[in-house]
């Protein structure tokens, strides 16, 4: 007689991560070091990337210096929440764009980089 030997393995299996509010504060601008110093040391740079990647026009950030309110910043920001479903109001947004710019386009880009890749695999081998 012969024996059999069965061996299994645990399969992954799919975790998303899609929430109605941002993956990360106004102010986490340093869990993306590399977005961080790019933001802080070129903000146009940065911002003109972000809008790019939104899915925008590389070079509209670039009207945000004609007025007090930044109107690219605060749309980019209420176009992000509306593609992704997170919960806010034009009103923080516009403080946000206004008061904290560079911080409101490091949380942007961050949610965008988070949200295009949703998809986290577990293993579950003990």
């Not at 109605?20 to 993306?32: A, L, P, T, Y």
């Not at 146009?44 to 670039?62: D, N, Q, R």
């Not at 176009?79 to 919960?87: A, C």
């Not at 295009?116 to 695999?121: D, L, R």
Request: charged share 15%; aromatic share 8%; glycine share 6%.
């Amino acid at each position: 007689m012969s024996e059999r030997t069965v061996v299994s393995q645990p399969r992954p299996y799919i975790m998303t991560t899609v929430n109605n509010e941002w993956n990360s504060g106004i102010c986490d601008c340093v869990q993306d070091l590399p977005q961080c110093c790019l933001a802080f040391w070129c903000p146009c740079c940065f911002a003109c990337k972000t809008s790019y990647e939104a899915g925008e026009c590389v070079c509209l950030p670039l009207l945000d210096g004609c007025g007090m309110i930044p109107p690219i910043g605060t749309a980019i920001r209420v176009s992000t929440r509306q593609r992704y479903g997170i919960e806010g109001t034009i009103c923080k947004d516009c403080c946000y764009a206004c008061c904290c710019g560079p911080c409101s386009w490091c949380q942007v880009a961050r949610e965008i980089k988070a949200r295009t890749n949703p998809i986290t695999f577990i293993n579950l081998s003990a």
